[in-house]
């Protein structure tokens, strides 16, 4: 079946909770990268002095959301080179990348690139989607069949995959230091009110096959 290219924009649009909780209140220059439509921007700079820069390379996204954010720079996180020049001489006390360094071909390197332009002391706020979530032992191991989606967890678009114990080296690749981890859990990849119990039963032992996703808050360290 075809992708729905809709559904996929539909589901990296919108205001995230778990992210904009995550941001810490004392942010004033934030750099969203992946930005959508601006969405969690805009819900930022509802903060007084908050000014937000995005990141967006689709047309038109980055139209839409550069009438929410103060900036928006049209750049392809995948070259490199593009990113180092149009961050030059920028900084930033806040760096936002949510559901974006799946779908990189070097999200390592990516990362460290855009770290550069975080102040020292700085903080990151990434997150990625866990492999080992529960949905993809059941289609892999009972099914037989890796699982692709239009969106969610399985997004046919993810080029790199990432289970709990990569997120340390992530995390180092871009410079960081990690402070925390926090998990959402999910049953299922799907959108369904059951998930929200999922929490509950998180127990030792199925945390991290009911986590769905992982929201890293991490530090630039500041230098010597």
């Known amino acids: 079946m075809a992708a729905d290219p ?6 990296y649009t919108g205001v995230r909770p778990e992210i904009l909780a995550a941001v ?15 969405s969690l921007g805009a819900a930022l700079r509802q903060r007084p002095g908050v000014s937000v820069t995005g990141i967006e390379a689709d047309p038109g996204l980055a139209s839409r959301a550069r009438e929410r954010l103060d900036e928006v720079l049209a750049v392809d996180l995948d070259d490199l080179e593009a990113v180092r020049t149009a961050l030059a001489g920028r900084s930033f006390d806040c760096l936002v990348v949510a ?3 799946e779908h990189l071909r070097d999200p390592w390197a990516t990362l460290e690139v855009l770290t550069a332009s975080l102040a020292p002391g700085g903080r990151a706020v990434l997150s990625v989607p866990n492999v080992g979530h529960v949905s993809t032992l059941w289609s892999v191991v ?5 699982p692709r989606r239009e969106r969610g967890l399985h997004d046919s678009t993810h080029l790199r995959w990432f289970g709990r114990n990569d997120l340390d080296d992530l995390v180092r690749a871009g410079g960081l230091r990690t402070l925390e981890v926090r998990p959402t859990y999910r049953f299922v990849d799907r959108p369904t009110p059951r998930n929200g119990a999922a929490r509950r039963v998180a127990v ?7 986590a769905y996703q992982f929201v890293v808050l991490a530090d630039r360290p500041p230098g010597p």
Request: hydrophobic share 45%.
């Open 6 to 11: 809709g559904a996929r924009t539909a589901a």
């Open 24 to 38: 810490p209140d004392d942010s004033v220059a934030v750099l969203d990268v992946g930005c959508a439509d601006g």
């Open 99 to 101: 559901d974006v360094l």
């Open 142 to 146: 009972v099914r037989g069949t890796w």
């Open 204 to 210: 030792p032992g199925l945390r991290r096959l009911l």
